[in-house]
């Protein structure tokens, strides 16, 4: 890994941790997937906190995504045409937040209420 990444990385680390937004963001302002960030904070023994899908990273509980109230029937039917081997990628569920104007932890706890696990993570952490 290049140093400057290192730099980048441990740079943007709150607490000894780097938060799932500032993952991307290096992803992005350095043109890179975000998988190689997640093994890059991975081999520098850095955690990656804060999942903006609410799954992982959060304190006492780690997970904070609840089930929602009803999931609207055209967004379940989006959902379960995303999935890959029975569960939804990250991507599938950023994509979906993204398609329905809605927020990613909405799509979080929609798939809480169907059932539906969210896997693989973006950046390798699930």
Known sequence: MPDALAEKIRSLCKNGELPCSMAF??????GLPPLEIGAAAD??????VKCRLGLYG??????????????????????????????LPCAAA?????????????VSAACETLGIKIRPCQLGSF
């Open 25 to 30: 963001e290096i992803a992005e302002s350095e």
């Open 43 to 48: 081999l520098l023994e850095i955690p990656i």
């Open 58 to 87: 959060y304190k006492p509980e780690k997970k904070i995504v609840k089930p929602a109230q009803e999931v609207d029937p055209v967004l379940e039917s989006a959902l379960k045409e995303s999935l890959v081997d029975g569960r």
């Open 94 to 106: 950023w994509a979906a937040a993204e398609k329905f104007g809605i927020g990613k932890m909405d």
